[in-house]
């Protein structure tokens, strides 16, 4: 067998420590820097995240508000009339304000709730329709309770009636059928019979 003996120059490491003490320190230091490189990452990710959504909510809030103070003092021009030439400067708001009403309000629809094709033809708004609607349901609804319930209270008052009047007539009759003046004579002449027996 033959013996080989290796020397190695190791300028990274003190001559007071040992090689397995160098090693662990040296292991141990490489760890903890890849450690902390991971935390690193994974944190400048998670602020770059948040940051990002702080960015983009204080950029839309800016812009909402930017873009409503605008759109508060934006003015259009208009005119009441085809025929008019004044022409009256009013806020876009207003003014979207003024078109659905007058959408609404414009007669457009036949008599089914169909866009008329003619003119002529337009017998309703779209409000007139609606309203028209939502009024015959609940008209409807609420006349065939009312029938109802009259009909139900109708019935009971009638069988009440009936009732008072049978127990009334039943009386009568089966008063008049006991003839009650007849039991009290034989009650009477009961009554003597007995006394004179005693």
Do not use: C
């Amino acid at each position: 067998m033959a013996n080989v003996k290796i020397e190695l120059e190791l300028d990274w490491m003190n001559e007071d420590d040992s090689l397995d003490e160098t090693l662990r320190n040296e292991v141990v230091r490489n760890l903890q820097n890849r450690l902390i490189a991971n935390v690193e990452n994974k944190v400048t990710a998670k602020l770059n995240t948040e940051l990002e959504k702080i960015a983009d909510r204080v950029t839309e809030s800016f812009i909402t508000k930017t873009l409503e103070s605008k759109i508060d003092d934006l003015k259009i021009p208009y005119t009441t009339s085809h025929w008019d030439s004044k022409v009256e400067y009013i806020p876009i708001s207003q003014f979207i304000g003024k078109k659905y009403e007058e959408h609404l309000t414009k007669k457009s629809l036949n008599e089914y709730g169909e866009k008329a094709e003619y003119s002529r033809d337009a017998k309703l708004s779209i409000s007139e329709y609606f309203i028209k609607n939502y009024l015959a349901k609940e008209l409807t609804g609420k006349v065939s309770s009312m029938i109802q319930t009259a009909r139900k209270e109708a019935e009971e008052t009638i069988v009440k009636a009936l009732e008072n009047n049978l127990k009334e007539q039943l009386s009568v009759d089966i008063i008049n059928r006991l003839n009650i003046p007849k039991m009290l004579e034989s009650l009477q002449s009961k009554a003597l019979e007995f006394e004179k027996e005693e």
